[in-house]
């Protein structure tokens, strides 16, 4: 990891960007200390192995043939297949307005331009289960999404409507009107995906496309000046969706992946004043407010986020055993 006397000596590097590569650096040496011991394992080296106990160069390398030949047939999709995986990545979202309703108050804050920060903690991050069915190109996903979405606070945008019965000036800095106004720990999204597997380059090399939908379960960080009241929790805010294509890289038990992403969620977050915790206990508690039909005590923040998303992770295998013949 880089020191603060390593940062301090290389001052043209910006602080972040050091950051950004110590934490890259680190999720790619897991990655490899993960492969390095699974595929390291039987019976990847057992079969290459056999191909140095015979005596002729000829049986070696008809072995060695053969060994690989395997191997290749153990990486061959034939659906009927569960991948467990978890993926990094970073996105790119769309400038968008976002609109107060509140007692008193309906203003919009024009062309909010939403920084991801993938690199900052909390990282941004994603974990996914795909079940292949079997004999099928085709497969489900659950798939959840960890983005985060902040508003920059010394961003001058357009402005419109009236807040606390006072119109508001033609333009002025995001932080004049809030002191929080972001969607982090994260914009998250949990989504259903009908997944196809496209013809393959080989064995070990399988495009693949999904879409899905689901729902925007963000953790809501919003808080106007003039109050010291602020909605800092989990919330159901709308439905999500997703559009994706990729490349699975497979080797026996274990998948490396590249994706693109679309995402797209339509947010309408209750204000509701209040500190929360862990995500099922803040979900309950607006399902109890959904119950009493009491409306946010601050009103409502209406947006919508629409993201380009790279991804690249790895997964486990679990598949069916390859028949002896």
Same mark, same amino acid.
């Given at each position: ?11 043209? $590097?910006? $602080? ?7 934490? @890259? +650096?680190?999720? =790619? ?8 011991v699974v595929l390291s394992s039987p019976p990847v080296p057992a079969m290459l192995a056999q191909s140095h106990t015979v005596g002729d160069s000829e049986d070696q390398d008809a072995a060695v043939i053969a060994a690989r030949a395997d191997i290749a047939d153990r990486v061959l999709y034939r659906g009927d297949?569960?991948?467990? =995986? ?21 203003? /919009? ?6 920084? +991801? ?37 010394? !961003? ?8 606390? +019965?006072? #119109? ?19 914009? *998250?999204?949990?989504?259903? *995906?009908?997944?196809?597997?496209? #013809?393959?380059?080989?064995? %070990?090399?399988? #495009? ?6 689901? =729902?925007?379960?963000?953790? /809501?960080?919003? !808080?106007?000046?003039?109050?010291? !009241? ?7 805010? +709308? ?5 994706? @294509?990729?490349?699975? @890289? ?6 490396? %992946?590249?994706?693109?992403? %679309? ?5 309408? =977050?209750?204000?509701? *004043?209040?500190? &929360?915790?862990?995500?099922? %206990?803040?979900?309950? *508690? ?11 005590? &601050? ?13 690249? &992770?790895?997964?486990?295998?679990? $598949? #069916?055993?390859?028949? /002896?013949?």
């Open positions: 990891m880089t020191t603060a006397i390593e940062r301090a000596q290389r001052p043209w $590097v910006s $602080v972040g960007a050091l950051d950004a590569l110590d934490r @890259i +650096g680190a999720f =790619a040496g897991m990655v490899a200390i993960i492969s390095y297949e569960v991948l467990v =995986a978890a993926y990094g990545g970073a996105p790119y979202t769309y400038a968008s307005d976002l609109r107060i309703e509140g007692d008193g108050t309906e203003m /919009t804050v024009h062309d909010v331009d939403w920084r +991801g920060k993938p690199f900052d903690a909390p990282i941004y991050y994603g974990v996914r289960a795909i079940r292949w069915f079997p004999n099928s190109s085709l497969g489900g996903m659950i798939d959840f999404t960890h983005s985060k979405a902040y508003a920059p606070l010394d !961003q001058k945008t357009k402005l419109s409507g009236h807040k606390d +019965g006072k #119109p508001l000036p033609h333009a002025a800095p995001i932080g004049d009107l809030f002191h929080k106004l972001k969607f982090t720990h994260g914009h *998250n999204m949990l989504t259903l *995906n009908l997944m196809h597997r496209l #013809p393959s380059f080989g064995s %070990f090399i399988s #495009p693949y496309v999904g879409f899905g939908l689901g =729902a925007a379960l963000p953790h /809501t960080e919003v !808080q106007l000046k003039g109050t010291g !009241q602020r909605t800092y929790e989990y919330q159901y805010v +709308g439905p999500a969706a997703q559009l994706l @294509i990729g490349i699975e @890289i497979r080797v026996p038990r274990l998948s490396y %992946f590249f994706e693109y992403k %679309f995402t797209s969620a339509s947010y309408r =977050a209750p204000l509701q *004043n209040r500190d &929360g915790g862990a995500l099922p %206990f803040d979900l309950w *508690n607006q399902f109890q407010r959904w119950k009493s039909g009491k409306s946010p005590a &601050g009103g409502w923040a209406a947006t919508w986020l629409t993201s380009h998303q790279i991804i690249g &992770g790895m997964g486990f295998r679990t $598949v #069916p055993a390859v028949a /002896t013949p």
